[in-house]
């Protein structure tokens, strides 16, 4: 980690600037955000150059340890972090114009940095261009003994920064190491501080515990002298939780595509592997830990896309379409939430390995889709929906003590029947009203538009998938 050498000339200069300065009344910080930019580098040529790949961590400010997330003590502060995406060791220079304490400290800069990045920050610039940046055999070592679970040649033109595809062979693995090695621990000690700066609400796993398992998606690379590079791009980090009374549970806790391979396809890849695992293996089911709104879009148009090809739902579904379609449902005694049974659903837990609280929210794009076009049974649709949410965040309070009438389809009746169900209390929605934001109705239309717009979009990806792949949607 580099820092500024000051001459005396500088610090006879400092002692002035603190004259002039203290009469300037308590420090004001800098907040992180504003004076630390990273980078992520995988050469010496992107190292010096100023267009290189910039990182936006989620929040900065957090790292630092003070109540408001400022550095105090310093005038005209700059850090640039290099980080690279080959060894995942880092690099700091720091620089400023002066350094006092102005009624607020000094922060300690170097043990802040550390705090992040622990023993991937390394002194020497020298030493980290020279060793560090460059080093090919760092995840190839660690990985040595991982056992690799699937493969697919490289497809499109996905670089790194200004490295372009060329008549070597690239191919796209995916590698499981189990915690409780020193390899494992190794790896993932490198990319933790990655983890908790682009990764909203992380923490470090347990890499002591063996029920941990690293999915690594990696990039081999044959070079056209023989030699191969693996380049890692992308993991998951996945807890084998215990189901009574003799299965487990797979569950993804954290998961990472780097900046420059993100929207490419490698996290979907991911995920259609750790379902993989979850089939083969026969788990109860496969969950994630609290998903973030981007993962959890792209995790629903992964399943619905495989339920669309499931065939023991089809038919519900298509009844589902049918009901919607008979006349307005807002004149109806009953208006239906249009529930798929209870054996549809354990149907997909068991064969596809898609959790209840997923499927149902597949379930609605499947509706949707199926009512294309859309347009005139649009308000049937929406219906559908606003009831949902509404017992999603209502349903206990409105009188019903957890129990409620609900319209399901029949396969004696094609119109309807009634069921009565209790609610399950283990199971608490992810909704909920702000008192301080004023009228709850006013709330619940906004909750209502905004996942109407969400299956909407999801929709469109999912049927413009099964286009360009020459499927016809039913």
Known sequence: MGQKQRSSTDIDNEVKKRRRVGSSGID????????????LVSSKEEFDAPESFVIHPVDLNSFFDDDDGKIYGYEGLKITIWVSSISFYAYADITFQSSSDRGKGITDLKSELQTIFAETLVDSKDEFIKKYLLDNDFV????????????KPFKGNICD?????????????????????MATGQLYSHLIPLTLLLVDGS????????????????????????????????????????HYPDDSRLRLSQILVLPPYQHKGYGRFLLEVLYDVAISENMFDFTVEEPLDHFQHVRTCVDTLRLLHFDPIQNIVATAVSLLKQGKLSKKTHCPRLLPPLGAIEDVRKSLKINK???????????????????????????IISNRIKYDILGKDSGTSGKQ??????????????????????????LHLDDNLGNPEEQLQQL?????????????KVTLHLGRSGVAVK
């Open 161 to 181: 920064s200004k490295e372009h595809t060329d008549s070597s062979t690239t191919n796209v693995e995916v590698v499981r190491l189990v915690a409780g090695n």
């Open 28 to 39: 004001a910080g800098v907040e992180a955000k504003d004076c630390v930019t990273i980078y």
């Open 203 to 242: 923490s470090p796993i347990d890499v002591t515990d063996s029920q941990w398992e690293l999915y690594l998606v990696c990039l081999k690379k044959t070079e056209q002298q023989g030699e191969i590079q693996c380049r890692l791009i992308g993991f998951t980090a996945v807890y084998r939780f215990y």
């Open 357 to 383: 609280q997923q499927f149902l929210q597949c379930w609605e794009v499947l509706i949707y889709i199926g009512l294309n076009p859309v347009d005139k049974n649009m308000e049937n649709f929406v219906g």
């Open 405 to 430: 009438l609900v319209e399901v389809p029949s396969d004696v009746d094609q119109e309807m029947s009634f069921v009565m169900f209790r609610s399950e209390t283990n199971e608490a929605s992810a």
């Open 140 to 151: 190839r070592t660690n990985i040595s003994n991982g056992e690799v679970l699937n493969h």
């Open 448 to 460: 209502v538009e905004k996942r109407v717009k969400e299956i909407q979009l999801i929709a469109e």
